[in-house]
């Protein structure tokens, strides 16, 4: 083995270890506020353990009952030194007939996944 394959091996792991292991994107918690009569607001606050421009959560997804994404707030840099974090998204509008929704966590290696939260939307 070469002098340089014990540095070339620390810099792979080292690179593999800080993309992947940080982990999906949490939801931790939801404040919800109706704007109007299918109209609201999300207060969402996310964790992960965001590792810079290739590993970071990018985004979070209201979903209704079938599926169907009903919002999204796409998040444009890491926050490797703020964690959790909040960030809002207003005038999402949903049908009357929805009463719950679910709001999931996405990053930029993983996609979707980590913890969600089922919500009751208010006034229902």
Not at 29 to 46: M, N, S
Not at 47 to 69: E, L, N
Not at 70 to 95: A, D, W
Not at 106 to 120: A, F, P, Q, T
């Amino acid at each position: 083995m070469s002098k340089l394959a014990p540095s070339i091996l620390f810099l792979i792991s080292m690179f593999v270890s800080t993309t992947v292991w940080a982990g999906e994107a949490d939801i931790v918690d939801v404040k919800i506020t109706k704007q109007g009569a299918d109209t609201y607001r999300f207060e969402v606050t996310l964790r992960h353990a965001d590792t810079g421009w290739k590993h970071y959560a990018d985004a979070f997804i209201i979903v209704g009952p079938s599926g169907k994404q009903l919002g999204k707030r796409v998040l444009f840099h890491p926050h490797v030194n703020e964690q959790s974090f909040t960030r809002s998204l207003s005038g999402v509008k949903i049908p009357t007939d929805i009463v719950t929704v679910t709001i999931r966590a996405h990053d930029s290696v993983h996609e979707l996944g980590g913890e969600e939260i089922r919500v009751k939307l208010p006034d229902h």
